[in-house]
């Protein structure tokens, strides 16, 4: 391979750290960030890394993706080492219409808690500038309470540079990135930031990456050992259990690391997860031996493809079949909650109610209503939020008394099923009687209202934009401020068989 001409000197995994920095430094916005890994990772010379990229991509064997690229896994050694393994992702992607690529890394030379945004105007390479998506960045910052800017994050890391020559031959001129660099943090702050990134993939096509190497500095045997456990959990896709697998505490004598970047791939998998028809299929898994011949201390790396059948998030919706089932899982669990018994779901569920979805289920009793409650993110599976929010609908909305027994042959059951969080960036564009609403302030206080609301109230839209505002605590006229608007729709199911959704 062309590859193997270059000296073997390149850097095969993560560089050293420097020492730890607590608070976020904001300098350096507006700036293009310049290259730091060219002549080291990658050659430094534009015509010699163009024809080294190329090369690398002819040599894939990949054959084409089954359903649409929804995000990836892919190394970031330096190209001698793991850039035919990073090689089999990119020529996945080669000319496909990508408006948005967030990649997403760890930090290996700055210590800091929570997610580094950059804040800058663009990333430079020997092939020219890509540039920054500074609305989607700028959002992400103010969205997330996790989230800041950390320069310093940046300013030393290869991990997000070294994917960007591939992105530049692979993809036409136009794209922009969102550079996100992880420093510490937990599930749930990994599962939101993946929401709010996929509040902004409806008007846009977004791809995520999470640049990670798996072992380090084991002998060959190892790296293949635990690189096999490491990405058979990832492929089993729950987020949860793939940190566990991995974490500090599980890692065996000899290795320093199972995943240099597991909190990035954490957030991919809680990303591609959102998708109906998701599939997450291994491309290749080498180490640095395959390249050194040195199998006494290596670094392992993998490829993995996420794609779905269904990648538009605004065309997602459920057959009445479906809808039927989710109403079962409702009176099935008030029923049991209500006669103190635990309720299981049923076996062998839909894949497409295995998939995280917010939900409100409403009861009511002669047409009155007699509880509601819900979750406006996805935590967790359709089919485990519709029975949880049933059960707190009939025994823990402290607006009644839970619900008796003798009740429950009179409940009339709605659930709304809601579409992913969409950014509303012109409050106007509101929909009323479409549209649900969420605003957000940056005191943490939050409200939102269902898109049945209004209909029902019979509010106009300045009646529904300052509606949520009250129901957040917050002044009437808070939406013309600064606050963050994010919208949904919801698909209404009833027990009388209709199935609308309120939405495009």
Not at 259 to 282: H, K, N, Q, W
Not at 371 to 397: F, K, N, Q, Y
Request: glycine letters at 10%.
């Amino acid at each position: 391979m062309r590859i193997l001409t270059l000296a073997l000197s390149m850097l095969l995994a993560c560089g050293g750290s420097s020492p730890a920095r607590d608070e976020a430094d904001t300098d350096g916005a507006d700036m293009a960030r310049l290259p730091i890994c060219s002549g080291r990772f990658y050659p430094a010379d534009p015509e010699e890394l163009a024809a080294m990229v190329d090369s690398l991509l002819e040599t894939s064997t990949f054959t084409g993706p089954g359903g649409a690229v929804i995000a990836g896994v892919v190394p970031h050694a330096g190209y001698v080492f793991s850039g035919g393994t990073a090689a089999d992702f990119y020529s996945s992607i080669r000319g496909e219409d990508i408006d948005v690529v967030v990649l997403v890394g760890p930090s290996h030379q700055v210590s800091f808690s929570g997610f580094s945004v950059f804040q800058g105007s663009s990333y430079l390479t020997p092939l020219g500038e890509v540039p920054v998506d500074e609305g989607i960045a700028g959002r992400l910052l103010d969205s997330h309470p996790a989230a800041s800017f950390v320069p310093a994050a940046h300013e030393s890391e290869h991990c997000l540079e070294v994917q960007l020559p591939f992105l530049q031959r692979v993809l036409e001129p136009g794209f922009s990135i969102v550079p996100i660099i992880v420093g510490s943090a937990d599930e749930d702050q990994l599962r939101f930031m993946a929401e709010l990134i996929l509040a902004e993939a409806f008007e846009r096509r977004v791809l995520v990456i999470a640049s990670c190497d798996l072992s380090h500095y084991p002998p060959v045997e190892l790296a293949r050992e635990v690189d096999s456990m490491t990405v058979a959990a990832i492929l089993a896709g729950d987020a949860g259990v793939f940190l566990d697998v991995t974490s500090q505490e599980a890692l065996p004598e000899g290795l320093g690391t199972f995943a240099c970047g597991r909190l990035p791939v954490a957030m991919v998998m809680s990303y591609a997860g959102f998708f109906p028809g998701m599939e997450a299929e291994p491309l290749s898994m080498t180490t640095s031996a395959d390249y050194s011949g040195d199998g006494s201390q290596v670094v392992g790396y993998a490829t993995i493809l996420f794609t779905s059948t269904e990648p538009d998030p605004a065309g997602w919706s459920l057959s009445g079949e479906l809808g039927d089932v989710l109403l079962g899982i409702a009176r099935g669990s008030v029923e049991a909650a209500v006669g103190g018994a635990e309720y299981s779901l049923p076996a062998d569920l839909p894949q497409d109610l295995d998939v995280p979805r917010g939900a409100f289920v409403t009861l009511k009793r002669n047409g009155l209503l007699r509880g509601c409650v819900g979750s406006i993110l996805a935590v967790s599976p359709l089919a485990e939020t519709v029975a949880e929010m049933a059960r707190s609908a009939a025994l823990e909305d402290p607006r009644f008394i839970p619900v008796s027994p003798a009740e429950l042959e009179e409940l009339e059951y709605e659930i709304s099923v809601l579409t992913p969080l969409q950014i509303v960036e012109d409050w106007s564009r509101v929909r009323v009687g479409t549209d649900g609403l969420l605003i957000i302030a940056g005191d943490g206080r939050s409200g939102v209202l269902l898109p049945q609301v209004p209909l029902e109230q019979g509010w106009d839209l300045e009646d529904f934009l300052q509606g949520v505002c009250l129901k957040a605590g917050l002044s009437p006229e808070a939406y013309l401020g600064d606050v963050f608007l994010y919208r949904f729709q919801a698909q209404v199911l009833v027990e009388s068989g209709s199935d609308t959704l309120q939405g495009d």
